[in-house]
């Protein structure tokens, strides 16, 4: 007997994903377009996910997220390190924020856009994340979580360059970071669910069912917070 079609099993869905993935990150990238990046970006994820987790399947969501977020990373660090200039145009105060970079990593300054450092934006950034999501279907968790998935590739891009090492990547691209776009992004997901399912489900039954995955990816992302808040002191190991 034929089994029944899913989309979200054909893995050419996967690889439109990882091509507009590449489309929407390297153009405005190397273009210096700090606007369009971050939109663009936020409206073909957004609908990927979307197509997803409106056929019921949450784990083709995460997946199309993740691998999403893993390869617009891996190209902003690659391209931070073959055109360094032309990429910081793309960010708001580019310049300025390798700058302040350097200077946490080097000089032990408070590491910039943090939540010590910023911490009503970083409050923003988790309610767009999770209540955001959860009333837009996603779209507005989509635009918080690209750009701080943008900005710690930027960041790591600038410092794998400037210690001219590639073995020290997981130095550049501290744990931290990682931590928070992996919980925002299982977040963003899960909470764009109620919205984007075909079958309307009530908050408090999305919750029961959903509680493990968000009880997860909480955790995860806060982690990540709190790491933020205690390791960059200790994170200096180029002496």
């Known amino acids: ?28 990238a190397l273009l210096g377009q700090f606007r369009f990046m971050p939109i663009g970006q936020t409206l073909v994820l957004a609908i ?27 190209i ?16 708001t105060d580019g310049f300025m924020y390798r700058a302040l970079v350097s200077e946490w990593y080097f000089a032990r300054s408070p590491l910039p856009s943090s939540f010590v450092t910023q911490p009503v934006a970083s409050l923003i950034e988790a ?24 900005l710690a590739a930027f960041s790591a891009g600038h410092l794998l360059g400037v210690l001219a090492n590639p073995l020290l990547l997981v130095v550049a691209l501290p744990i931290w970071s990682v931590l ?9 997901v899960v909470c764009a669910e109620p919205l984007l399912a075909t079958k309307r489900m009530a908050f408090g039954s999305w919750a029961r069912r959903r509680s493990r995955w968000l009880t997860w990816f909480g955790a995860i992302y806060v982690t990540g917070l709190l790491a933020e808040w205690i390791l960059p002191a200790f994170w200096h190991f180029h002496s």
Do not use: C, H, K
């Open 76 to 91: 902003l660090i690659v391209l931070m390190l073959v055109a360094p200039e032309q990429v910081e145009r793309a960010f």
């Open 48 to 74: 990927f996910m979307a197509i997803a987790v409106r056929r019921g399947d949450l784990r083709g969501g995460l997946l199309v997220v993740f691998l999403w977020l893993a390869l617009s990373m891996s």
């Open 180 to 188: 928070q776009v992996v919980g925002a992004g299982g977040l963003v």
């Open 1 to 28: 007997m034929e089994r029944e079609y899913q989309l979200t099993r054909d893995p050419v869905f996967y690889l439109m994903a990882a091509f507009f993935a590449f489309l929407t990150t390297a153009l405005p």
């Open 127 to 150: 309610l767009g994340v999770t209540l955001g999501a959860l009333l837009t279907g996603g779209v507005v968790g989509v635009w918080f979580l690209v750009r701080m998935a943008n």
